[in-house]
């Protein structure tokens, strides 16, 4: 998990409380979690870094435009989620596609960074 929030006490506390359906807690099902404010070019990349990866063998999902335009300039590959989350068919694209460096996936016609 990498989290660009105001209040990353608050989303670490979500993720001890929310639970799946069947259960788990969701803090145990992430092997790594990255929350603070700043960019999230700077979690994958402090990520990445921690864990020995590349950022191209990374799959990032954002519902955030600037966010995927951001982390794919590091070379992850990327699935654009708008605010449908990620579906299994999001999901799906982002495996049957991997690896596409720097690539966005499901990227909307005529969208851009700003």
Known sequence: VASTCDEPSWARECLNKFKTSNKTILKDIFH???I???SKDG???????RI?????ETLFFDNQMNN????????????????E???RRLFNIGLNNFPSPSTILNK???????
């Open 52 to 56: 020995g990866a590349d950022p191209r």
């Open 68 to 83: 995927c335009e951001c982390v794919s300039r590091i070379g992850c590959t990327v699935v654009y989620t708008s605010e």
């Open 85 to 87: 989350g990620i579906t």
């Open 36 to 38: 603070h404010k700043g």
């Open 108 to 114: 909307p016609k005529g969208a851009y960074f700003w």
């Open 32 to 34: 790594y979690t990255e």
């Open 43 to 49: 979690h994958i990349r402090s990520i990445c870094s």
